[in-house]
């Protein structure tokens, strides 16, 4: 027994020499009883190493939390400034519009105000046409050059039929209106402004009429002025 202890050291001095321990070192590995070698535990290098992985992952984390926390922020600012400035220029164009067309309502107000009083002198003047007939031409020439606006002024009958017309058209002198603005205008006897209608020209015409009434408040026609729009064939020859 003492031999095989004595030998067993020398095979364990030899291998320890051959590995670069030192002589009477003994290295754990498997012992002959068929034990599992013995581990090291990982000790507190590891664990603070892992611990210091763990904080820096946590430092990237919270920087990448504050920088999209940053980016949303300036986001929303920039969605509700954008917000905020869309809201105000269409408030800005809306009363820019709104003045605008309030203007241009009381323009046209005062323009149709300021024609019906035209009409109604010279449909005061006209009371005695029958007794002057040329009072008629005079008064349609004289409404034409003094309302520029407009393209004609004519006289009709009771009865719808051009008697007096400025030199602009005189191809109307003569002819019977049939149009439902003249028949409103003989009708009601009243001052109107008729709807657009086209003519057979294809021309749209805008009639401004004012009755004439005699002396003794006898209806006598009306005098209108007419506002026709260009022909298709001029518009499409300019």
Not at 53 to 75: E, K, N
Not at 186 to 193: F, L, N, V
Request: hydrophobic share 40%.
């Amino acid at each position: 027994h003492k031999e095989y202890r004595r030998q067993r050291q020398m095979c364990i001095r030899d291998r320890d020499a051959a590995s670069g321990g030192a002589p009477g070192h003994v290295r754990l590995g498997r012992t002959d009883r068929g034990h599992a070698p013995f581990r090291r535990s990982a000790g507190p290098r590891a664990f603070l190493t892992e611990s210091a992985m763990f904080r820096i992952d946590l430092r990237r984390l919270i920087l990448w939390i504050s920088l999209l926390s940053v980016i949303l922020v300036l986001a929303g600012g920039l969605h509700a400034s954008y917000l905020v400035q869309r809201d105000l220029l269409l408030h800005n164009a809306l009363e820019v519009n709104r003045v605008y067309a309030s203007k241009l309502a009381s323009a046209t107000d005062t323009f149709l105000t300021d024609v019906r009083r035209y009409l109604a002198y010279s449909a005061d003047v006209l009371a005695d046409m029958e007794a002057r007939p040329a009072l008629m031409a005079e008064e349609t020439r004289r409404q034409q050059e003094q309302l520029g606006h407009f393209n004609s002024s004519v006289v009709v009958s009771p009865q719808g039929k051009v008697i007096a017309v400025s030199s602009a058209y005189p191809e109307l002198l003569g002819q019977q209106l049939t149009s439902d603005a003249s028949k409103t205008a003989i009708r009601t006897k009243q001052p109107i402004i008729s709807e657009p209608y086209q003519t057979s020209t294809g021309r749209w015409l805008i009639l401004y009429s004012y009755p004439i009434f005699s002396r003794d408040y006898r209806y006598l026609g009306y005098i209108c002025l007419l506002y026709t729009s260009p022909s298709p064939r001029d518009l499409s020859t300019s």
